[in-house]
């Protein structure tokens, strides 16, 4: 990281632990992976890379072909994958909203997006996001959610 060997990157190299920029659908720095892109080109991809969300990258784009438009430039830096789902309704004022669902009940193509990640041979961690259930409910939605991983 010659010349950028600095900040969260620079901590994380030195305890030989990467740092992974996540896509979040919405207003945020790096909602989209060609941004991110540009803020990490510098750096060594050993050490700083990508935490692909693919409900965020479906939600970003409207469609599911968005998923795969966002990972092709992630994959040669996916470090870890947060797996979420969200389907689309309709808030008060008639404007589209993306809501939280459990794995499988959504908008992402999760047989095509394991696929793509058996392809590249991705082992690296999973991390399930629980935003659809509140806190009671956490034990056995995340029972579910590891069950259809599991069957994919």
Do not use: H
Not at 76 to 88: A, C, E, I, S, Y
Not at 104 to 114: I, L
Not at 120 to 133: C, D, H, I, N, Q
């Amino acid at each position: 990281m010659a010349g950028r060997d600095r900040g969260t990157a620079a901590l994380g190299r030195s305890a030989a632990m990467a740092l992974c920029l996540r896509n979040v659908a919405g207003d945020n720095v790096g909602s989209a992976v060609w941004d991110t892109n540009l803020i990490i080109r510098g750096l060594e991809p050993q050490w700083v890379g990508y935490d692909f969300d693919p409900g965020s990258a479906a939600a970003a784009g409207g469609c599911g072909r968005m998923v795969w438009v966002a990972l092709a430039p992630a994959l040669p830096r996916l470090k870890m994958v947060t797996l979420n789902d969200f389907t689309w309704t309709r808030d008060a004022s008639g404007a589209w909203k993306a809501i939280p669902c459990p794995l499988g009940e959504g908008m992402v193509d999760w047989p095509r997006f394991f696929d793509a990640l058996a392809r590249v041979k991705f082992t690296g961690p999973l991390s399930l996001e629980m935003a659809y259930r509140g806190p009671s409910e956490r034990v056995g939605a995340i029972g579910r959610d590891l069950e259809f991983c599991a069957s994919k």
